[in-house]
């Protein structure tokens, strides 16, 4: 009797609330990194600064650098993110670190 094995993507999707770090000002999104399992994959990472109505390009992390990062995010106020994985590879993620820095009102 043979086995066979299908192999059927997995889908990840993970959407933040929108965060605004509680102060009224500008903020500057200059890069974000994915803590996550070494894999041979891209994970892929976008923002929205309306409501979640648009969103930016995705933008990808690949898996298997040691800190897949993105970089130059650009300004908002208050700001989403979205994190996709669609591969026949695990997914194995911590969460990610998000460097903000703080503008003018």
């Given at each position: 009797m043979a086995i066979t094995f299908t192999t059927t993507p997995i889908n990840v999707a993970i959407r933040t609330a929108q965060i605004d770090g509680q102060v009224p000002d500008t903020k500057f999104f200059p890069e974000t990194t994915l803590i996550c399992g070494k894999e041979n994959a891209t994970a892929w990472f976008r923002y929205s600064d309306d409501d979640y109505e648009t969103w930016s390009a995705f933008l990808p992390l690949h898996m298997w650098l040691a800190a897949p990062r993105v970089?130059?995010?650009?300004s908002g106020y208050r700001r989403a993110f979205e994190l996709r994985h669609i591969d026949e590879t695990a997914?194995?993620?911590?969460?990610?670190?998000l460097l903000v820095?703080?503008?003018?009102?």
């Open positions: 970089r130059r995010l650009g997914f194995r993620s911590e969460g990610f670190d820095e703080k503008g003018v009102q």
